[in-house]
């Protein structure tokens, strides 16, 4: 689920790390990521958003979304779970985070908007 207003600028089914941990990229090697579209609380217009692990997309690039809408699925490698990835926008759609997504997580939960 998407934690803030974002545009939808990665969909892959496949391709996140170039392989996938089952060995099967149909189960477990997406990203969806997003660009957020609001200042609120930690978040920062401007900002990435990933999901590693991403499975079975019901967006596609370029949509705009808003906090709460749903992304896809979580994706099977070892056990069903995805990568939340937080970064300032400067690592383009490479899918990983230099920020804790944490505060991120807490903020949208706490609003009841995931």
Partial sequence: YALCDARVIDVRAGGWWGKAPTGNVAIGDGIIQLECLTDAGPFKTGMHFGYGHAEKAVVRVGQVVKAGAKLGHA???????????????????RGVGDQDP????????ARGEV
């Fill in 75 to 93: 994706g099977f490698a070892n056990a069903w779970h995805v990568h939340f990835m937080a970064n300032d926008g400067s690592e383009g759609l």
């Fill in 102 to 109: 944490w505060p991120f997580v807490a903020y949208a939960v």
